[in-house]
């Protein structure tokens, strides 16, 4: 489908962050969520989380840049059909790359049903 006006899609991940449970929220640490339209290097990909997952973080870890999570606004609605189905996607991308953040592997993610 074509893709949605940045400002739209920006608060479908607005939303989608707001579903994720408060307590894990709180546990996120130095990271920040923004909306791309593509990753130049790999245009297909939907999500990207850079940064150290607090699994790798240790006593040497500070004054870091915040983690990023981009979330691809073109590549996501390239694969969609519906509205419906960006919400759904855009849903899965952000909790994927969450998951990232604490660590959690592809084939982790796969096990649980995200991706």
Same mark, same amino acid.
């Given at each position: %489908?074509? /893709? $949605?006006? +940045?400002?739209?899609? @920006?608060?479908?991940? /607005?939303?989608? $962050? *707001?579903?994720?449970?408060?307590? #894990? %929220? /709180? +546990? %996120?640490?130095?990271?920040?969520?923004?909306?791309? *339209?593509?990753?130049?290097?790999?245009? @297909?990909? +939907?999500? $990207?989380?850079? &940064?150290? /997952? $607090?699994? @790798?973080?240790?006593?040497?870890? &500070?004054?870091?840049?915040? *983690?990023?999570? %981009?979330?691809?606004?073109?590549?996501? !609605?390239?694969? !969609?059909?519906? =509205?419906?189905?960006?919400?759904? @996607?855009?849903?899965?991308?952000?909790?994927?790359?969450?998951?990232?953040?604490?660590?959690?592997?592809?084939?982790?993610?796969? =096990? #649980?049903?995200?991706?």
């Amino acid at each position: %489908m074509k /893709a $949605l006006p +940045l400002e739209q899609f @920006e608060e479908l991940v /607005a939303d989608a $962050l *707001d579903e994720v449970p408060a307590g #894990l %929220m /709180a +546990l %996120m640490d130095n990271v920040v969520v923004l909306v791309e *339209d593509r990753n130049p290097e790999e245009p @297909e990909l +939907l999500g $990207l989380y850079e &940064g150290f /997952a $607090l699994t @790798e973080r240790g006593w040497h870890y &500070g004054g870091e840049l915040p *983690d990023r999570i %981009m979330i691809y606004r073109e590549a996501i !609605c390239d694969i !969609c059909e519906t =509205e419906d189905d960006v919400v759904e @996607e855009v849903m899965i991308t952000v909790v994927h790359e969450i998951a990232h953040h604490f660590g959690i592997e592809e084939e982790r993610l796969h =096990e #649980l049903g995200w991706g």
